[in-house]
């Protein structure tokens, strides 16, 4: 028996021409892409007609094992997956690292630096391995990682929060991300989310058997429709995530945008759940936090990592800060998650958070160089790019080039160009919205970045 794998209508038939092999798509996947050839599961279908395709096998892990007799016969599985991850369909992002690698393709698709993380961190990591701190951390946080994640909070905010009370380390933003909704979302409650979105958001928000309603912020600004928003919110809605600097779009939320947010969650007693981990890849404007505006730390947990800033995105060091009664629930889910996170890292980070200022003017100074490779390739290629205010993400329509969506483009990218890059289809809840646009990074070496557009230049042709 073959095993099958679904997907929605929509991308099974934007993938016609990959749909030899079932794949995943998130970040972490592609993350992990060079090292499992397997893969099983996960793409949304909210609401739209989808069917089952029967694919070529993808084994499961059981199939790996050896069999119980030594023998090498594998005996295929079928998938399996709880009901409440089951909407999420397979999706292409599989097939795009495995056709990358295949093609020896420029990967501009992968948010995470092709560089390493500053010395003075990675030494701070050896020598406290080597110190001994290798035990269980206290379940959130060691003091020392705690206080210097206040203070820096008090750098940004100008808000005072006391360490041992409002401050919970985790294990990456990811982790932040699913304690806080884990912890503070009930079955049924209505969470607002802006699309598109950081995939985990979605599947997180499904876990904890949310009620998801999407608010599409849509080019050339990504501005926040603010009619549509105030007519979303409601008493109903236990929260609003936001994302800023925002993955994909580098959509900076602007303090107009957030003071409109923040008076309907007051005005309706709803919570804000903030993913800042892009907040110090701010270029265009000052990056705000929500939780400084007026009477907004009392209802937002800003959730935060180490990764971006310190291109320690293996790491996966992470906090979320929130006022106690909130911090509880954070706490604890993130108790029966993972506990504790890695100690001699979190020692590490308290090293890495205490940076002089000009470590974050060298970053800035050395991302806004690329940024500016990478953006004026792209428009000499030929690509309509949007403004990217904030993140190593930009991105762009596609649409000159004639191929009939974001899929096919990226597909067309790899195989006949050599450059990776992200459909934006897939972080969206209605997945047409962003058949037009695709999304780079430049969160690569500046050789890399250059070769890529040489690439482009090269080989695509407006249609
Ligand atoms: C918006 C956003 N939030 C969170 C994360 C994950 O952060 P971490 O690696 O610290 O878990 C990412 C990673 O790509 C991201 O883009």
């Not at 792209?378 to 790019?385: A, E, I, R, S, T």
Request: glycine share 6%; hydrophobic share 40%.
């Amino acid at each position: 028996m073959q095993p099958q794998c679904s997907w929605t209508r929509t991308h099974a038939q934007m993938l016609r021409p990959l749909s030899h092999k079932c794949s995943v798509f998130s970040e972490h996947w592609l993350k992990a892409a060079h090292s499992h050839s397997h893969s099983h599961s996960v793409r949304r279908s909210h609401n739209r007609p989808t069917f089952r395709a029967t694919m070529s096998t993808v084994p499961t892990r059981k199939e790996s094992l050896p069999a119980q007799d030594g023998s090498s016969q594998k005996a295929p599985q079928p998938l399996q997956v709880a009901k409440r991850l089951e909407k999420f369909k397979t999706t292409i992002f599989t097939q795009m690292s495995m056709l990358a690698i295949e093609h020896g393709a420029i990967n501009l698709g992968q948010g995470f630096p092709n560089f390493d993380g500053p010395e003075f961190v990675k030494e701070a990591a050896i020598q406290a391995i080597k110190d001994g701190k290798n035990q269980y951390a206290r379940g959130h946080g060691i003091p020392e990682f705690n206080a210097a994640i206040a203070e820096r909070f008090k750098k940004d905010t100008g808000l005072v929060v006391d360490p041992e009370k409002e401050v919970t380390v985790t294990s990456g933003c990811t982790e932040a991300i699913a304690a806080t909704i884990l912890g503070l979302i009930n079955p049924g409650d209505e969470v607002i989310l802006f699309a598109p979105f950081y995939d985990s958001y979605e599947a997180t928000l499904s876990m904890a058997g949310a009620k998801i309603k999407g608010i599409t912020l849509r080019p050339p600004d990504f501005a926040v429709p603010i009619d549509e928003l105030k007519s979303t919110v409601s008493k109903n809605t236990r929260a609003i995530l936001i994302n800023t600097p925002h993955n994909p779009t580098g959509k900076m939320f602007t303090r107009e945008e957030l003071n409109v947010i923040a008076s309907l969650c007051i005005e309706n007693d709803v919570l804000v759940f903030t993913d800042e981990v892009y907040d110090k890849l701010a270029f265009e404007m000052d990056h705000i936090s929500m939780a400084s505006l007026p009477s907004m730390y009392d209802r937002t947990v800003t959730m935060n990592s180490l990764g971006k800033t310190f291109s320690l995105t293996g790491w996966k060091i992470g906090w979320a800060v929130a006022p106690p009664h909130l911090t509880w629930g954070v706490r604890q889910a993130h108790s029966f998650l993972t506990f504790a996170t890695s100690t001699p890292m979190q020692w590490a980070a308290s090293v890495a958070l205490r940076a002089p200022d000009s470590y974050y003017v060298e970053l800035k100074r050395d991302y806004l160089a690329k940024k500016a490779i990478l953006v004026e390739g792209l428009k000499d290629v030929g690509f309509k790019v949007f403004p990217s205010s904030g993140t190593y993400f930009v991105v762009v329509d596609h649409t000159p080039f004639g191929l009939d969506d974001d899929i096919a483009f990226c597909e067309y990218l790899i195989k006949e160009v050599g450059v990776v890059a992200i459909p934006t289809s897939v972080f969206y809840l209605n997945p047409e919205e962003g058949k037009n646009l695709v999304r780079f990074t430049f969160c690569k070496d500046e050789r890399t970045l250059r070769s890529a557009v040489e690439r482009m230049k090269e080989k695509l042709r407006k249609k």
